[in-house]
């Protein structure tokens, strides 16, 4: 393939940005594996497998595990994204077919605004008007009514949890997923919609047609959403109670990676590998972001392949 000489210099001035990003990131890496590799030296599987966390003068006497947070950051994004699904969808749909062009319009802007917003106006929020809301009107009658279930077996006792964390998030993550969604789903060819309407099939066939063409997009958007909320740190630092606690139960509080970074790091530099400790979570939460986006991404790529055949 020949090309022009505006479109070599084009492609030379491009290529170094191009390649600076991709080194970037392998920067970013390697650094946080050079910081904490003191911590995988010391403690090695039990770093990941250990809910202690032993902070102490003496290097010998530390002990530092992130089970806690590895699957309080996975427990609190997987519910939140779970939560967000129907929301996301039931407002795409709203927005993109239910209402008139004059509302829908101005309620799509309402919602990129809102994904725009500052984490910490949702954190807050959360905390002083959705943690108490939640432990005396939800937590306090589950756990009463449905103590039985493992899920609510544990006693709210001041509202930071699990649960609430997860709906501040999803409430922060469904105007994202929304974007993506709408996105999605505008991007749909018109052949669909008009083969459909022209074999007689009524409004909500039609919805169900396109939400089934758009089936691998909701998964594509629902990772990449999964992805961001894993690395939320205001939003869960703020709701989630900050305890280094493994559990199931919805009620009780718990870590995540960002918010122990965040609770941990100011002190963390007074003992040897405590901060080592930290930045081991910080990797491991970028691989984990990296292979989500990474795997959400492709599948957006694929689904274009598949439906403009």
């Not at 920067?27 to 010391?42: H, M, N, T, V, Y």
Request: with cysteine; hydrophobic share 50%; charged share 10%.
């Amino acid at each position: 393939m020949l090309f022009s000489r505006s479109d070599k210099i084009l492609f030379y001035t491009t290529l170094p940005l191009a390649v600076g990003v991709v080194g970037l990131l392998l920067a970013i890496a390697s650094s946080l594996l050079a910081q904490a590799w003191p911590s995988f030296e010391r403690f090695g599987l039990e770093l990941l497998l250990s809910s202690t966390w032993r902070p102490s003068e003496d290097p010998l006497e530390e002990l530092y595990g992130l089970a806690p947070a590895i699957v309080g950051s996975l427990y609190v994004a997987l519910l939140a994204t779970a939560i967000s699904i129907p929301l996301s969808i039931s407002l795409m749909l709203t927005v993109t077919e239910v209402l008139p062009r004059g509302l829908g319009t101005p309620l799509r802007y309402v919602v990129e605004v809102m994904g725009g917003l500052p984490t910490v106006v949702y954190g807050l929020w959360g905390s002083s008007v959705l943690v108490p809301l939640l432990r005396d009107n939800v937590m306090k009658p589950l756990h009463e009514y449905l103590g039985f279930i493992p899920l609510f077996s544990c006693r709210p006792l001041t509202g930071y949890s699990v649960l609430t964390a997860s709906l501040v998030l999803a409430i922060a993550s469904t105007p994202y997923m929304t974007a993506l969604l709408i996105e999605g789903y505008q991007m749909v060819p018109s052949k669909y919609r008009e083969g459909a309407y022209s074999l007689g099939a009524l409004d909500y066939e039609v919805y169900g047609i396109m939400l089934g063409i758009l089936k691998p997009y909701v998964v594509a958007a629902a990772l990449l959403s999964f992805s961001r909320a894993l690395g939320e740190t205001t939003i869960v630092a703020l709701t989630v109670g900050n305890s280094m606690k493994l559990t199931t139960c919805l009620l009780d509080p718990t870590y995540t990676i960002p918010s122990l970074i965040a609770n941990q790091f100011d002190s963390a530099g007074l003992y040897r590998y405590a901060l080592p400790t930290l930045f081991a979570g910080a990797l491991i939460l970028l691989l984990v972001c990296l292979a989500t986006s990474y795997l959400g991404i492709r599948m957006v790529y694929a689904w274009r392949e598949r439906v403009y055949v």
